[in-house]
C-alpha cells in the first residue's frame, strides 16, 4: 500500500506541471491535450464495455463530457480560471476522499466501489471547500454571496464524486480493477479522470444557466 502510493504521488508531481502548462496555454496546446485524453479515454471505455448494452451510450457521454470541457477552458470566453476552480475542486475532492477514508476508514458508501467510505465522503467535502478563498482571489462570481460559492462546490464535488461510483460500477460489471495502467499508481486515465468527465458538464449546465449569479 505505501509502495503505491508512493507511485500516485510521483506520478501527480510528474503529470500536473504538464497539464497545467497545457491549461495555461490553452489553444492549439489545450486542444492537443484534450484530443490525447478523449482518445486514450476512449480506447479504455471500449476494452471496458465492449459487447455490453451501454457500450454505446459511454462514447456518447464522453463526446458531450468533452465537448463541455472545451467549451469551459476555449469556447466561452478563453479564460483559464474558471476551468481551473473546477479542476481543483476535483483533485481536492479526490485526496479528501482518499485521506480521510485511509485514515478514519469506517462504513462502506457503496458496494460498488468497496473503498469508498462515508468518512471519506465527509473528507472529499471538506477539503473540497476549502478553495473557496480561491474564488475570492480570481474574483469570478463576484455577485454571488458566500453561500452560493459553498453551494458551487458541494454540486462540483458530488458530480466528482458520483463519477467515481458510476466508473467503478462499471468496472465492477467487467471485473476489472482499473482501466489501464497507463498512470503508474492511479491505473488508467479514466481511473484518474472518472470525477472530472462528469463534473466538468454539470459545472458547465450550471454556468450555462448562471444559476449562482445574482441578477
Not at 504521488?9 to 484534450?34: C, D, E, N, R, T
Not at 471547500?129 to 459553498?150: A, G, M, Q, V
Request: net charge positive; glycine share 6%; with cysteine.
Amino acid at each position: 500500500m505505501e509502495n503505491e502510493l508512493k507511485k500516485r504521488i510521483l506520478s501527480s508531481i510528474i503529470l500536473f506541471p504538464i497539464i497545467f502548462f497545457f491549461v495555461i496555454k490553452g489553444s492549439y496546446y489545450f486542444l492537443l491535450l484534450l484530443i490525447i485524453s478523449f482518445a486514450i479515454s476512449s480506447y479504455e471505455w471500449h476494452k471496458l464495455a465492449k459487447k455490453k448494452p451501454y457500450y454505446i451510450l459511454g462514447f456518447i457521454f464522453l463526446i458531450c463530457s468533452f465537448s463541455s470541457i472545451y467549451q469551459i477552458r476555449i469556447g466561452q470566453n478563453n479564460s483559464y480560471e474558471e476551468f481551473i476552480i473546477i479542476l481543483f475542486i476535483c483533485i481536492f475532492t479526490d485526496i479528501g476522499g482518499y485521506v480521510f477514508g485511509k485514515t478514519f476508514k469506517g462504513p462502506k458508501l457503496t458496494s460498488y466501489s468497496p473503498k469508498k467510505t462515508i468518512s471519506g465522503l465527509v473528507g472529499s467535502y471538506l477539503l473540497s471547500i476549502s478553495l473557496i478563498p480561491f474564488f475570492f482571489y480570481f474574483d469570478l462570481y463576484e455577485k454571488n454571496f458566500f453561500l452560493s460559492k459553498i453551494m458551487f462546490v458541494i454540486l462540483i464535488s458530488t458530480a466528482s464524486q458520483l463519477g467515481d461510483i458510476i466508473l467503478s460500477y462499471f468496472k465492477r460489471k467487467s471485473n476489472l480493477k482499473d482501466t489501464g495502467k497507463i498512470i503508474p499508481g492511479h491505473g488508467g486515465l479514466l481511473d484518474r479522470i472518472d470525477g472530472m468527465i462528469f463534473a466538468f458538464p454539470f459545472a458547465y449546465l450550471i454556468m450555462l444557466t448562471n444559476l449562482f449569479v445574482e441578477s
